[in-house]
């Protein structure tokens, strides 16, 4: 499994920004992705995550309301819109896949920079 984020970058707070994860290497039936984030100084943590068959969506509370994460079967890829963003927002944002059978996230993307500062 490759997984490849993109389209992190330097934003405003209050801005957005959209994330993509283009994976491959098997189909992801029964698959579940997810995006984590990395400030620093701080430990790794979950952000959002999306089944792969039925779009399920679940977030955590830091985010509720200003990220959306989406998934494209045709596309083999999984987004995440990132609106009203804040300086605490900033961070190594990676995207990771698990099958639901997996109890964690075995394998992960290299990561992309988002930085929100005015």
């Known amino acids: 499994v490759q997984l490849q984020a993109s389209g992190g970058g330097l934003v405003r707070p209050g801005g957005s920004l959209r994330l993509s994860c283009a994976a491959s290497?098997?189909?992801?039936?029964?698959?579940?992705m997810a995006w984590f984030r990395q400030a620093p100084g701080k430990e790794r943590e979950f952000i959002a995550s999306?089944?792969?068959?039925?779009?399920?969506?679940a977030y955590a509370d830091s985010v509720k309301g200003r990220f959306t994460i989406s998934r494209d079967k045709a596309e083999n890829t999984v987004d995440l819109q990132m609106n009203s963003l804040e300086p605490e927002d900033t961070a190594i944002y990676y995207c990771?896949?698990?099958?639901?059978?997996?109890?964690?996230?075995?394998?992960w993307g290299q990561g992309t920079l988002v930085t929100v500062s005015s």
């Open positions: 290497g098997r189909p992801f039936t029964n698959w579940i």
């Open positions: 990771a896949s698990r099958s639901t059978a997996a109890t964690k996230y075995n394998y």
């Open positions: 999306i089944t792969w068959n039925w779009a399920t969506t």
